[in-house]
């Protein structure tokens, strides 16, 4: 079975650490690992936390990198810093999610570094692969909660995407437009020769819209009861004056 843990290297403040849990939870996630020998005020932890307060409590806490490092499989180090000694490529989000579904035993690390400064060039060093967050240039600073919600959100929709739908056929399309068409010429809807007009009308606007086939069943029942309550008998003889 796979294991995602979310490292923070010596984070700074007790309030990022809380935004990290909560970041964590919402996307699935509640293994966290703290290195470094720093205390935290645990109410300001759990008051960014909050309902995710259980992701520190049951974090656990590593004296260096190596020693949080050692049972993962791949290690992937957040930095958005290039250098000589540095990783000489960063892969995308989109990348690592990839990477990580390809992992199906084991322990798979992501590795967060100061608020201030990041990883140092030996931190990454032991990380297997840097993965970078696009940013502007103007501004490319990340905040340590925000970078953590990216990547795991980035994670989660890889293995949990939306649902999806399949967009009905031409054949469907071509019936849907017909019941459409006959349902608005049972009400007398057309003056002239426009029936093709208006049937050619509804089968373009209607293929932009990628209707699905619920979407498809639901038009041609509203159209089709349209004409039979134009078609009741009573309406008939409201319309006749009697």
Same mark, same amino acid.
């Given at each position: 079975?796979?294991? !995602?843990?979310?490292?923070? !290297?010596?984070?700074?403040?007790?309030?990022?650490?809380?935004?990290?849990?909560?970041?964590?939870?919402?996307?699935?996630?509640?293994?966290?690992?703290?290195? @470094?020998?720093?205390?935290?005020?645990?109410?300001?932890?759990?008051?960014?936390?909050?309902?995710?307060?259980? %992701?520190?409590?049951?974090?656990?806490?590593?004296?260096?990198? *190596?020693?949080?490092?050692?049972?993962?499989?791949?290690?992937?180090?957040?930095?958005?810093? +290039? &250098?000589?000694?540095?990783?000489?490529?960063?892969?995308?989000?989109?990348?690592?999610? *990839?990477?990580?579904?390809? !992992?199906? *035993? &084991?322990?798979?690390?992501?590795?967060?570094?100061?608020?201030?400064? #990041?990883? $140092?060039?030996?931190?990454?060093?032991?990380?297997?692969?840097?993965?970078?967050?696009? $940013?502007?240039?103007?501004?490319?600073?990340?905040?340590?909660?925000?970078? !953590?919600?990216?990547?795991?959100?980035?994670?989660?929709?890889?293995?949990?995407?939306? @649902?999806?739908?399949?967009? %009905?056929?031409?054949?469907?399309?071509?019936?849907?437009?017909?019941?459409?068409?006959?349902?608005?010429?049972?009400? #007398?809807?057309?003056? +002239?020769?426009?029936?093709?007009?208006? +049937?050619?009308?509804?089968?373009?606007?209607?293929?932009?819209?990628?209707?699905?086939?619920?979407?498809?069943?639901?038009?041609?029942?509203?159209?089709?009861?349209?004409?039979?309550?134009?078609?009741?008998?009573?309406?008939?003889?409201?319309?006749? &004056?009697?």
């Amino acid at each position: 079975m796979r294991t !995602v843990q979310v490292i923070l !290297v010596e984070p700074q403040d007790a309030a990022n650490i809380g935004s990290v849990c909560r970041a964590m939870k919402t996307m699935g996630l509640k293994h966290l690992g703290i290195v @470094g020998n720093r205390m935290y005020d645990t109410n300001r932890v759990f008051t960014l936390a909050l309902h995710a307060k259980e %992701v520190y409590e049951n974090s656990r806490r590593y004296a260096t990198l *190596e020693e949080a490092l050692t049972e993962s499989v791949i290690v992937f180090g957040a930095s958005r810093r +290039r &250098g000589k000694f540095r990783k000489y490529f960063s892969i995308s989000p989109e990348m690592m999610a *990839e990477k990580i579904a390809l !992992v199906k *035993e &084991g322990t798979v690390s992501i590795v967060f570094g100061r608020e201030s400064d #990041g990883l $140092t060039d030996k931190e990454l060093a032991l990380c297997n692969m840097a993965v970078r967050i696009p $940013t502007s240039q103007e501004f490319p600073s990340l905040n340590l909660a925000q970078a !953590v919600q990216i990547l795991t959100y980035t994670l989660f929709n890889s293995t949990h995407p939306l @649902g999806s739908y399949t967009p %009905v056929r031409g054949k469907q399309l071509d019936q849907l437009t017909g019941v459409i068409t006959e349902s608005l010429e049972q009400i #007398g809807f057309f003056k +002239r020769e426009e029936k093709e007009e208006v +049937r050619r009308f509804y089968k373009d606007i209607l293929s932009r819209s990628l209707i699905s086939q619920s979407e498809t069943k639901r038009l041609e029942k509203m159209f089709k009861k349209i004409a039979a309550v134009n078609n009741h008998p009573q309406r008939r003889w409201l319309a006749a &004056g009697l």
